[in-house]
């Protein structure tokens, strides 16, 4: 499985790391401009181990964001492919929007 991150925010984003429970063993996606989207990171199943997405952005400023494949498809977890993680802010909270790519 391969993931992308999109900075749908127009703020820089430092790192984002995919995990639960805070800096995992997960690679990061790292300075995202607004509007920057990363290069594809490799994972052998991203979800539902990775749903939660630890968000740094550029002046220090954290944030939760959860994707959550089951409006899109269905069930709990995404199918084999590649997919990009839009992150957005909506009234200062983190929206993440999984697209099939």
Known sequence: ?????????????????????????SEPARNLAAGATSAYIGFEAALPNYRQLQIVMEDGARYLGIADPKPMFG??????????????????????????Q
């Open 1 to 25: 499985m391969q993931i992308r991150v999109h900075n749908a925010t127009d703020r820089g984003i430092r790192e984002v790391w995919l995990g639960a429970s805070g800096y995992t063993d």
């Open 75 to 100: 069930q709990d977890d995404l199918p084999p492919g590649n997919y990009q993680f839009d992150i957005s802010l909506i009234n200062d909270e983190a929206v993440v929007t999984i697209i099939q």
